[in-house]
């Protein structure tokens, strides 16, 4: 009797193994299929648009998954219609040196709160923490009455220059580096580093994955920038693609055609650059997981 309560457990361990395992290997594959649909859920939208601007104008509210005779003369349409490369060129142009300088007032900035100790320093991080709370309505009549006076109107630069600094940029860098282990800076600076080397040598080259994540959040954020440039541009060729894309959306009807190809040329140098900075951006939100 005592071999046999003995042996219970030893039976039953592997029976309840198989059970945790069968219950893991489910709930692993439910939460595939859960990514799954919501992968299909979240790529179907650029694949229609996508397919619909490969149809031709008699077929394009079929409802087929492929275009029975796909045709490129959408694009034809959207090119003669806008200067779209001009557009293309512009939004490009806005926010890459958007994005640069954003991200290196954000650094400067960030790593002055982060390392050194000023007189007000607690108050002059929460004035530049409140200013992200404002919103683009408020000061959108000031920057126009500025960028006015100062005979900028209908121009790429007047759509940079509010863009040159952000709250946003300097917050979360001034949080990834008060984040950073101070026995490193220790270090270098014991190697003789000054301040500047400790930035640019140090911190920066570690906080990659943070910076080309919040590169990604600031080029998408500024590519897809719709109000202010509206508020400025006059002319088609001194303004953003976004602007030439309402453009096909027009009282007397919507060209959906053309609307869907310019909508595809505009996605293409987003997910470009997405692509070549996934890896990057990956290890970043899995870094940011693990604290």
């Not at 179907?44 to 104008?57: D, E, N």
């Not at 320093?121 to 409140?130: E, I, M, N, R, W």
């Not at 001034?174 to 950073?180: E, I, K, L, P």
């Not at 590169?215 to 303004?239: D, G, H, M, Q, V």
């Amino acid at each position: 009797m005592t071999i046999d309560v003995l042996a219970r457990p030893a039976r039953a361990r592997p029976a309840t193994l198989r059970r945790i395992s069968n219950r893991s290997g489910l709930n692993t594959a439910a939460g595939h299929l859960l990514m799954v649909l919501l992968s299909i859920f979240c790529l179907f939208p650029v694949y229609w648009m996508l397919v619909s601007s490969f149809r031709p104008a008699n077929t394009l509210f079929e409802t087929s998954l492929w275009p029975t005779q796909p045709s490129l003369d959408n694009y034809t349409r959207a090119v003669d219609a806008i200067p779209i490369a001009r557009m293309l060129v512009n939004t490009l142009v806005f926010s890459a040196v958007s994005t640069i300088f954003q991200l290196l007032t954000g650094i400067l900035a960030a790593f002055a709160f982060a390392r050194w100790k000023f007189p007000f320093d607690k108050l002059v991080y929460t004035g530049v923490a409140l200013t992200w709370l404002v919103p683009f309505q408020v000061v959108m009549i000031p920057n126009y009455l500025l960028i006015a006076q100062m005979g900028l109107l209908d121009s790429v630069l007047a759509l940079i220059l509010p863009n040159l600094a952000a709250a946003l940029a300097i917050m979360l860098l001034a949080q990834a580096m008060r984040g950073f282990p101070r026995e490193v800076i220790e270090a270098a600076r014991m190697d003789g580093a000054s301040n500047w080397r400790v930035l640019w040598e140090v911190l920066v080259p570690n906080l990659r994955g943070t910076i080309a994540s919040l590169a990604i959040l600031i080029f998408i954020s500024t590519w897809n920038e719709y109000f202010w440039p509206l508020l400025l541009s006059r002319t088609a060729e001194n303004s953003v693609i976004q602007i030439g894309i309402q453009m096909f959306i027009t009282a007397e009807g919507n060209q959906w055609g053309p609307l869907m190809a310019a909508s595809t040329l505009a996605s293409l140098p987003v997910l470009v650059i997405y692509v070549a900075l996934q890896r990057q951006v990956v290890q970043s939100f899995m870094k940011s997981g693990i604290r």
